[in-house]
């Protein structure tokens, strides 16, 4: 029942339905260097201010998980980032690189790579969940449907005799 309710044409206008009061937000691209210490982030950012790589510098002394691709944390909104370290990007010009900046997981050095407004996703990425929406609330709908045109009718048992045991 669900998936005859789904083709082409409907899976594009929930799309189109679902975007339509998108509301583009500022992201950022940027790199991060975490370190226990503020000494400890001072030194590598005098390595990079001398022309180390920040990538390098990320992959020999970052203790976060990102440090095994540079120190990349991809897109982000500062809503999804720790407030010090949100703030800190979100003030900085593409290609510059932050003093030490303290969070609850310790120091870190930023490296704004990119700025961009945000998009929603293309819809070949989104299809297949929209269209199980769309299949889902068509059951539920012929479900409902089906109930409500039953005629259920319940027997009074008053008179019925108690079960044998």
Do not use: C
Request: charged share 35%; net charge negative.
């Amino acid at each position: 029942v669900g998936e005859a309710a789904v083709n082409d044409d409907a899976v594009k206008a929930r799309y189109e339905e679902a975007i339509k009061d998108y509301e583009p937000k500022e992201e950022v691209h940027a790199r991060h260097i975490l370190v226990k210490t503020e000494e400890e982030a001072k030194d590598i950012k005098a390595k990079i201010d001398a022309g180390a790589s920040f990538e390098e510098m990320a992959k020999e002394h970052s203790t976060d998980g990102s440090s095994q691709n540079g120190g990349d944390l991809d897109y982000f909104t500062k809503e999804m980032m720790v407030e010090p370290f949100g703030n800190a990007a979100f003030s900085m010009e593409v290609g510059a690189v932050s003093d030490p900046v303290q969070t609850q997981f310790g120091w870190h050095l930023i490296k704004v790579e990119d700025k961009r407004m945000s998009a929603p996703p293309p819809l070949e990425d989104v299809r297949d969940d929209i269209a199980r929406e769309l299949a889902q609330t068509a059951r539920r709908d012929y479900i409902t449907g089906l109930r409500e045109a039953a005629k259920i009718e319940r027997k009074d048992e008053a008179g019925a005799a108690p079960a044998q045991q």
